[in-house]
């Protein structure tokens, strides 16, 4: 979830801050070049007031003509030595009156020509296009010379503009640098929101996980968070607790009617013992009796084993794995050979995290499931390996297997494939397995064995970090 939300809070702030950054730069760009532009036309207006006081060079009138289109030339020579701008005054037909550098004259076309045939209009340069940093072009500012009140020629500036895209450059980087630091101080601002807003997201998923395989003391604990994630949580614990309730009502429920039933059937177990040495030896039904009652003992039994192995805390511990299913293997080893069946183990040394004794109680019903269904002549093999943090027993049986349909009920209460009805048991031992396993952190699982036959995973931790 953090992967999804973090980038979705990178994006709208990175937005936001390039909605304030763009026209900040925008706006600089513009205060630059009309700090410029207010410059170029003070000093338009100054050569313009100078050209005044020169007359037409037709005009024979005055003997100081000459005098003062020199001090005009000598101004704007002045001008363009120290600053570098071209600046010129010149008459309507386009003759210069005066200009510096000598031989920049009036072009035909282009913005200086635009500007000067504004100013000819009696309208002084006030808004020229925006220059931007990666534009190599010059500023031009033109200003009509007005001699009783008709324009006679114009003063018109052309600019570099060098520095003042240098200044606009310099400005956008500082800009950059500023959204930077706020883009890094958002990010770390969001980090922080996400972390606080999924930290108790993250630990109800993990006390969810560790209820959903059979840790069900587990509860979320206290954190920080939204008022709604902290009253979840609270809600969550309450759930977990009535749930937990429920499920130890059940298995006391289970264990004691199966103790409580015990007795009763043991009597009549008894009870049918005697009636049967009074009747004909070999009668059907006192036997079929005798069998049925047996089997039901056989069940009461198992619900009490399974009501202990949902209720017990398991005693967990370093184990060696490899030699405790050895040893299961030498212990039934007598059992498959009276039937026929080649019981091996591969179990080299491995230590895993498990409960010695309910380990060993899984391994006893997963190779008693494994000989009883497979049939004389056959194998079953045990083989102990690891891989990362777990250590695997399989048992593999070339019996007859079960369907792609079975697979998926096998393990289930009470439950036993059609096929094998007539083969002693209650249905109740996977179950048991399976109960045993998780209470440790492990787990057991079921497959197609090639050619034929079933293979059983059982699966512990490496070590007590890996639950």
């Given amino acids: 979830m953090r992967t999804r939300l973090l980038p979705l809070l990178i994006v709208l702030m990175a937005a936001v801050l390039l909605a304030l950054g763009v026209p900040l730069a925008v706006s600089l760009a513009g205060a630059q070049q009309q700090r410029v532009v207010v410059d170029r036309i003070d000093d338009t207006a ?190 969550f614990n309450e759930m977990a607790d009535n749930v937990e309730n429920v499920l130890e009502q059940q298995r006391a429920f289970v264990a004691d009617a199966s103790h409580q039933l015990r007795n009763p059937l043991s009597a009549l177990l008894l009870r049918i ?84 004794v309910a380990l060993s109680s899984a391994l006893d019903a997963v190779i008693d499931n494994a000989v009883k269904f497979t049939p004389e002549g056959e194998s079953v093999e045990v083989t102990v390996g690891s891989n990362g943090d777990t250590v695997s027993v399989v048992v593999t049986d070339n019996g007859p297997g079960l369907t792609d349909e079975e697979l998926t009920r096998i393990g289930d209460r009470f439950w036993r494939s059609g096929r094998h009805q007539n083969i002693k048991g209650s249905g109740l031992g996977l179950s048991i397995t399976r109960a045993l396993l998780a209470a440790g952190g492990g787990s057991i699982t079921y497959d197609h064995h090639e050619p034929h036959g079933l293979k059983v995973t059982v699966m512990v931790p490496r070590n007590g970090s890996a639950r």
Avoid at 92 to 112: I, K
Avoid at 331 to 348: H, I, N, Q, S
Wanted: glycine share 8%; proline share 7%; charged share 25%.
């Fill in 46 to 235: 100054r050569f313009a007031a100078l050209a005044q006081f020169v007359t037409e060079p037709s005009d024979p009138a005055g003997g100081d003509v000459d005098e003062r289109r020199e001090t005009l030339r000598s101004e704007l020579s002045s001008y363009h030595d120290v600053y570098g701008i071209r600046a010129g005054v010149f008459y309507r037909n386009d003759s210069p009156m005066a200009h510096a550098p000598e031989d920049w004259y009036l072009p035909r076309t282009g913005e200086v020509r635009a500007a000067f045939q504004e100013a000819l209009l009696s309208r002084r340069s006030h808004d020229p296009q925006q220059v931007w940093p990666w534009e190599r072009r010059s500023l031009v500012v033109a200003s009509p010379v007005i001699r009783d009140g008709d324009v006679v020629a114009v003063v018109v500036t052309d600019s570099p503009t060098g520095q003042m895209r240098s200044r606009i450059l310099k400005g956008w980087l500082v800009i950059a640098a500023g959204e930077a630091a706020a883009m890094l101080l958002a990010v770390g601002a969001a980090l922080r929101l996400t972390g606080w807003v999924l930290r108790p997201v993250r630990i109800l998923d993990a006390t969810t996980h560790d209820i959903a395989t059979g840790r069900l003391k587990s509860r979320v604990a206290a954190a920080g968070g939204p008022p709604e994630l902290r009253r979840l949580a609270r809600s």
């Fill in 273 to 356: 013992e005697l009636l049967a040495l009074e009747l004909p030896e070999g009668n059907e039904e006192i036997a079929s009796v005798q069998a049925e009652g047996k089997r039901l003992a056989q069940v009461l039994d198992d619900l009490l084993d399974l009501a202990l192995a949902e209720h017990s805390e398991p005693q967990l511990q370093v184990t060696d794995i490899g030699a405790l299913a050895a040893e299961r293997v030498a212990a039934w080893a007598p059992t498959a050979e009276a039937k026929g069946v080649r019981l091996t183990g591969d179990c080299p040394p491995t230590t895993g995290w498990a409960d010695p």
